[in-house]
C-alpha cells in the first residue's frame, strides 16, 4: 500500500486553487509540495496544517492505494 494525494489535488480543483495557493496558505515549503507531486511521505503534522487551511478531513486530502502486485493476491 501507499498513500495517494490525488484527493488533495481534485479538492484543490475544486476550490480553484493551485499548488501555490495552498502552499502560501498553508505556510509549506516548495519541498513539501515537490514532495507531494511525487507521492512521497510528508509528516502529520503537514497534513493537519493542510486540513487545518482547507477546512477539509484528512480524507479530502491522503488515499491509501494497493499497490499492483499486492492487488493479484486478494
Given at each position: 500500500?501507499h498513500i495517494s494525494y490525488q484527493p488533495l489535488w481534485n479538492?484543490?480543483?475544486?476550490?480553484?486553487?493551485?499548488k501555490e495557493d495552498l502552499r502560501l496558505a498553508a505556510g509549506?515549503?516548495?519541498?513539501?509540495?515537490?514532495?507531494?507531486?511525487?507521492?512521497?511521505?510528508?509528516?502529520?503534522?503537514?497534513?493537519?496544517?493542510?486540513?487545518?487551511?482547507?477546512?477539509?478531513?484528512?480524507?479530502?486530502?491522503?488515499?491509501?492505494?494497493?499497490?499492483?502486485?499486492?492487488?493479484?493476491?486478494?
Amino acid at each position: 500500500m501507499h498513500i495517494s494525494y490525488q484527493p488533495l489535488w481534485n479538492t484543490l480543483k475544486e476550490r480553484g486553487m493551485r499548488k501555490e495557493d495552498l502552499r502560501l496558505a498553508a505556510g509549506l515549503t516548495t519541498n513539501i509540495i515537490a514532495n507531494m507531486g511525487k507521492g512521497e511521505h510528508i509528516s502529520m503534522k503537514t497534513l493537519l496544517r493542510i486540513c487545518e487551511t482547507l477546512h477539509c478531513g484528512i480524507l479530502d486530502v491522503i488515499e491509501l492505494e494497493v499497490d499492483g502486485a499486492n492487488q493479484s493476491k486478494e
